[in-house]
C-alpha cells in the first residue's frame, strides 16, 4: 500500500470510527516495525486498522472544541506534513537552520526576526532567559540562580496570570503584580527583565492597562514588552507590534496548523537571537524543550502556507457545516439553535450554540456532552448552564474535518431527541456525616493525609478540606450511601479542582478523586470519633499583670 493512501486513509478514520468498531481488528500473530504492530488487513477491518490510535486501543476523537492541547490542538495542514517529512532525511546544522528559518519568518510576517521553540510555553521561558541573560552564556548557565544577575524581574499586570506562565517562572525570576498604571510606573526598575501580558479584553486599546498603555511607559526606559497570543489568528503584518510589543508569542499548533509542539516567536531580533540561544540543542536551562528540525522546518511552512490561504473560503465552509447540523436538530421541540461569528483574534471559527430548558427535555448540557464524548463515535463539544436556567453546548468549526459535520448532526439528533424521563429525587441518607474525617489520599506515587469536617442538611452537606497546604471549602450531596463532593484550591495563576465520588460506610467513606488534567486518586477516610477536650475558658477583668 502507498505512504499517500494510507495517510489519506488516516484523515478519514472519525468517520469510520461511527461504522467500525473495536471488534473489527483481527487478531492475530504480527510483524513488529518499530514495536507497532502490523495486523493483517481485510476489507472489512482496513479501516479500523490503518489508524495507528486504534492499533493501541485509544479511540479518536471528533473536535467540536477547538484548539486544546488535551485533544491535539489542530490538524497540520498538508504542507506542514510534506515540510516535516522531508526535512527529517538530512542533518543539518541547527544555528545555521535557526539564523535561516529566523530571517524567512522576518521576511514573510514583517516582524524583524522569528523563532521557532518547542510550543508557546517553552518559547516564553526562552524570551524571559533572553531577558535576564542578555544572551551571556556565563549567565545562562547559572540559571534559575540568579544570584548577581542585574536582570531579575518580570513585571506582569494581574489579569494577566495564568497556568502557562510557568515558563517564565521556571527561569527563576521574581514576578511583580501591577493593577494600575501608576502601579507599573513605579514597579519598573533597574531589576526590570520584561513585562510579559497576555491576549484578552483587558490587554485591548482604552483599559487602563492595555498595551497600549503599557508600552507607552515600558519603551521610554527600555523595557521589552512580550505579549502571549498563543490561540490567536496570525495577522501580516502581527498587529501587536503597532500596538507597542516587542516581541509577540504564537503557538504553532493552534489557529496557524502548525506542529503541535512548535510555537512561533517573532518580534526584536537581538532578543530572539538570545532566546535561540537559550534553546535546545545548546545546553543550559532550555536544553529539556528541545525543538526538532522537522518541527523548525513544519512551523515555517505553516506560516508559509497561512500566508497564500483562502480564509474567506474556510469560514464558509464552516458555516456551511453549521447549517448542516442546524438544519437537522432545529426539528426537536424545545432546540434553539444560533450561529455566531466571532470578531476577535483569539480562537476566531463560527459556533453553533444548541440550547434548551433541561426541566424540559430532562437532560443537561454537561450530560450531552458527556455521553457524545465518552461513546463511539466521540465527539467533543464544550457544555454550558447559563445562569437563567438555560442549558448549553457549543460546536465550533475550527478544526472539523470534511465529513464530520454529518456525523455530527445525526448523533447529536440521535441524544437530543431521546424521549427522557424526570430524574428522581435522591434517596434518603444512609449515614450521618458530621464531623470530622481523617481522610488518605492516594496519588500515582505518594500519599497525603488530608481531612475533612463536614456538616450535613439531609442530602446536602458543606464543610472544609485541609489539604497539604490550605484549608478550603467542600460541598456535596449524599444519595442513599452514594457520595459526590468538590473542592477547589486556588493560588495565583493555578487551581485544581477536586472531585470525589464514592461510598459511604457507618463510619467510612472511600471512592475516587478526578482532579482533571491531573488525572486521578483514590482517597479513604475514616471518622475521627475524638471530642474535643472540654474547657472553661476565664476571662480576665483588665489588662495583664503579668506577660
Not at 551571556?136 to 540559571?143: A, F, G, S, T, V
Not at 465552509?317 to 439553535?337: Q, R
Not at 477536586?498 to 463510619?507: C, E, I, K, R, S
Amino acid at each position: 500500500m502507498k505512504r499517500r493512501n494510507v495517510i489519506k486513509g488516516l484523515a478519514l478514520l472519525p468517520v469510520a470510527g461511527s461504522i467500525i468498531s473495536q471488534k473489527s481488528v483481527v487478531a492475530a500473530p504480527a510483524a513488529s516495525v518499530n514495536s507497532v504492530n502490523i495486523l493483517p488487513v481485510t476489507e472489512a477491518s482496513f479501516m479500523a486498522e490503518t489508524n495507528i490510535f486504534r492499533r493501541i486501543g485509544v479511540e479518536p476523537v471528533i473536535n467540536c472544541m477547538g484548539t486544546y492541547t488535551i485533544i491535539g490542538g489542530s490538524i497540520e495542514r498538508p504542507a506542514v506534513r510534506e515540510a516535516m517529512e522531508a526535512a527529517a532525511h538530512n542533518f543539518v546544522q541547527y544555528d545555521e537552520l535557526a539564523d535561516a528559518i529566523g530571517q524567512r519568518l522576518a521576511d514573510l510576517t514583517g516582524a524583524e526576526w522569528g523563532m521557532v521553540s518547542a510550543g508557546c510555553a517553552a518559547g516564553l521561558k526562552h524570551i524571559t532567559a533572553a531577558c535576564v541573560t542578555g544572551g551571556n552564556p556565563e549567565k545562562l548557565i547559572r540559571i534559575p540562580d540568579l544570584t548577581g544577575f542585574d536582570k531579575t524581574e518580570v513585571i506582569i499586570p494581574r489579569y494577566s496570570r495564568n497556568a502557562y506562565d510557568h515558563g517564565i517562572r521556571n527561569i527563576g525570576v521574581t514576578i511583580v503584580h501591577v493593577s494600575t498604571p501608576e502601579e507599573l510606573e513605579n514597579a519598573i526598575n533597574s531589576k526590570t527583565a520584561m513585562i510579559y501580558l497576555t491576549a484578552g479584553s483587558q490587554s485591548e486599546a482604552g483599559q487602563p492597562l492595555s498595551l497600549e498603555a503599557i508600552a507607552a511607559i515600558a519603551k521610554p526606559k527600555n523595557i521589552p514588552v512580550l505579549i502571549d497570543v498563543a490561540a490567536q489568528n496570525l495577522t501580516i503584518p502581527p498587529v501587536h507590534f503597532k500596538r507597542g510589543a516587542t516581541l509577540v508569542a504564537y503557538s504553532g499548533g493552534k489557529a496557524i496548523c502548525g506542529p503541535q509542539c512548535a510555537g512561533l516567536m517573532l518580534g526584536d531580533k537581538s532578543i530572539l537571537m538570545s532566546a535561540w540561544q537559550a534553546s535546545s540543542p545548546h545546553h543550559g536551562p532550555g536544553r529539556d524543550n528541545k525543538v526538532g528540525r522537522e518541527e523548525m522546518i513544519g512551523m515555517m511552512a505553516a506560516v508559509e502556507d497561512w500566508v497564500k490561504r483562502d480564509h474567506a473560503g474556510d469560514w464558509k465552509k464552516w458555516l456551511s457545516w453549521l447549517d448542516t447540523i442546524s438544519k437537522k436538530i432545529s426539528g426537536i421541540d424545545g432546540i434553539k439553535a444560533t450561529i455566531t461569528e466571532p470578531t476577535g483574534l483569539s480562537n476566531k471559527s463560527p459556533v453553533l450554540k444548541v440550547s434548551w430548558d433541561p426541566s424540559k427535555l430532562h437532560v443537561t448540557g454537561f450530560e450531552i456532552a458527556e455521553e457524545l464524548g465518552r461513546n463511539k463515535p466521540r465527539i467533543a463539544l464544550a457544555a454550558r448552564d447559563e445562569s437563567d436556567g438555560i442549558t448549553s453546548v457549543n460546536i465550533t468549526t475550527g478544526q472539523m474535518q470534511a465529513g464530520e459535520e454529518k456525523i455530527i448532526a445525526e448523533r447529536l439528533y440521535e441524544v437530543l431527541s431521546k424521549n427522557r424521563q424526570a430524574k428522581p429525587e435522591m434517596s434518603a441518607p444512609a449515614a450521618n456525616l458530621n464531623g470530622t474525617w481523617d481522610v488518605s489520599i492516594k496519588f500515582f506515587s505518594s500519599t497525603s493525609q488530608h481531612s475533612f469536617t463536614i456538616v450535613q442538611d439531609g442530602n446536602w452537606f458543606s464543610g472544609t478540606h485541609k489539604a497539604d497546604f490550605d484549608t478550603r471549602n467542600l460541598s456535596g450531596t449524599i444519595d442513599g450511601g452514594q457520595i459526590k463532593f468538590e473542592s477547589t484550591i486556588r493560588i495565583i495563576a493555578d487551581n485544581i479542582n477536586y472531585l470525589f465520588q464514592g461510598t459511604v460506610n457507618g463510619d467510612t467513606m472511600s471512592g475516587d478523586i478526578h482532579l482533571g488534567e491531573y488525572r486521578t486518586a483514590k482517597f479513604t477516610a475514616i471518622r475521627n470519633s475524638a471530642k474535643p477536650a472540654r474547657k472553661r475558658i476565664q476571662i480576665p477583668g483588665g489588662p495583664p499583670l503579668a506577660t
